[in-house]
């Protein structure tokens, strides 16, 4: 091996030297026998021109022209026929290593097929798999739903049974204590009419009194008014002395009657008022009762109110969790499908190749499930 790199070597520094034009034939044939020279040590690649290997140098031709006559020695014929040898060889070796190569992507592609069909088939199974497990986590958290719903409507309803009872309660007690008040009122009222009717019958009694008094004045008056009008025409002079202590019997007659009449017009006045005040007490008890109860009704639907209100929270509350927990299963059914979507993709395209996936790992991960979500999944690295 030795021996050939030095006579490559000097063939080449040979080729590289300026030679006259006469020289040059002479120059190339001696080359190429020492390039046959080396040709049992070397394999096919060295048989190459000079000038493969030296881009600096012109092309050399084993076939020089003019031909020199020479005879080949015996090694160089056997060397050639080597060569040949070696040559059929190569073809033989390149036809077989194209013919294995062609079977082995052949099986290659099989291969894939398989391994994608597979893979399609693996992925359609999990998902599958997965749509089942969200179902049934889905029913899952509605039969949930509707246990809780039925648990609230239950205690709704003994809350609402409770409530009743307490207000029953309480509207019987305020129906008692009502009962006595309106008794109370009544009595007081009954007391305070007796009061003003003893008040009414000693006032009518003492202007009866004087209504008598001034009866019996007046009728006294008038006969003592007769007599002296007898005794006047009798006796004019006798009546004018009889009747000069009376000349204002006539005026004090008018301002009696007058007074009188003031009296009976205050009577009157008081049989109003006390009429009147009957009939204020009566509505007030009439308004008082019927303020009691508009009280009452109003306590009853405030509370209402505020018990509605409460639920209503409570309901809102409960909706706005709800429709959170929906838009958070909703992106996660969205993210799901997408990573299915660019599963697919990606073995429809080829992507994932078996260096990607092997057989021992799944392209889909189970994640951590939280509390009361369905199960999640990771995608594949990009």
Same mark, same amino acid.
């Given at each position: ?34 390039? +046959?020279?080396?040709?049992p ?14 881009p ?17 020695p015996e ?12 040559? !059929?060889?190569?073809?033989?070796? =390149?036809?077989?290593?194209? $013919? =294995?190569?062609?079977?082995? !992507?052949? $099986?290659q ?6 391994l ?8 359609? #199974?999990?998902s ?13 958290l ?12 239950i205690?709704?309803e003994?809350?609402?049974?409770e409530?009743?009872?307490? %207000? ?29 009717e ?11 009194d ?8 007046n %009728? ?12 006047? !025409? ?7 002395d ?5 000349? %204002?019997?006539?005026?004090? +007659? ?24 009957? $009939?204020?007490?009566?509505?007030n008890?009439?308004?008082? =009762? ?10 009853? +639907? $405030? ?6 209100l409460a639920?209503?929270r ?42 990607m996936l ?7 991960? !189970? #994640?951590?499930p939280?509390?009361?979500s ?9």
């Amino acid at each position: 091996m030795f021996l050939c790199r030095i006579l490559y070597f000097s063939s080449v520094c040979l080729s590289s030297l300026p030679l006259e034009p006469s020289l040059l034939p002479v120059h190339h044939n001696f080359c190429t026998l020492l390039l +046959l020279c080396c040709i049992p040590p070397l394999s096919a690649f060295h048989l190459l021109p000079f000038s493969y290997f030296n881009p600096f140098t012109p092309p050399l031709c084993v076939s020089l022209t003019p031909p020199l006559h020479y005879s080949c020695p015996e090694p160089l014929a056997s060397s050639v026929a080597r060569w040949e040898c070696l040559q !059929r060889d190569k073809d033989d070796l =390149e036809r077989s290593f194209q $013919k =294995e190569l062609q079977g082995l !992507r052949a $099986k290659q592609r099989a291969e894939l097929g398989a391994l994608e069909e597979g893979l399609k088939a693996r992925h359609a #199974a999990e998902s599958e798999r997965l749509r089942a497990e969200q179902r049934a986590d889905l029913e899952v958290l509605h039969m949930q739903q509707r246990e809780k719903v039925e648990e609230m409507s239950i205690n709704h309803e003994a809350a609402l049974l409770e409530v009743e009872n307490a %207000h029953m309660v309480a509207l019987a007690t305020l129906q008692e204590e009502h009962t006595r008040t309106v008794k109370d009122l009544k009595e007081a009222h009954e007391e305070q009419r007796r009061v003003l009717e003893q008040d009414f019958e000693k006032l009518r009694l003492s202007l009866q009194d004087q209504v008598d008094t001034l009866t019996f004045q007046n %009728h006294s008056l008038r006969d003592r008014a007769k007599r002296f009008e007898e005794a006047l !025409r009798r006796s004019t002079d006798e009546q004018i002395d009889a009747l000069a202590p009376y000349q %204002h019997i006539e005026e004090d +007659l008018k301002s009696l009657k007058e007074v009188l009449e003031m009296k009976n017009q205050q009577i009157h006045k008081q049989e109003l008022k006390i009429s009147e005040l009957e $009939k204020m007490a009566q509505k007030n008890v009439v308004l008082e =009762e019927r303020l009691q109860v508009l009280q009452q009704q109003n306590e009853d +639907l $405030k509370a209402r109110i505020d018990r509605n209100l409460a639920m209503s929270r409570q309901l809102s509350e409960e909706n706005a969790n709800l429709q959170v927990y929906v838009e958070k299963e909703t992106n996660e059914k969205k993210r799901l499908s997408r990573t299915n979507e660019e599963l697919l993709w990606r073995l429809q395209t080829g992507e994932l190749s078996p260096r990607m996936l092997s057989p021992s790992s799944s392209p889909v991960h !189970r #994640a951590s499930p939280g509390p009361g979500s369905p199960a999640r999944f990771q995608p594949l690295p990009r």
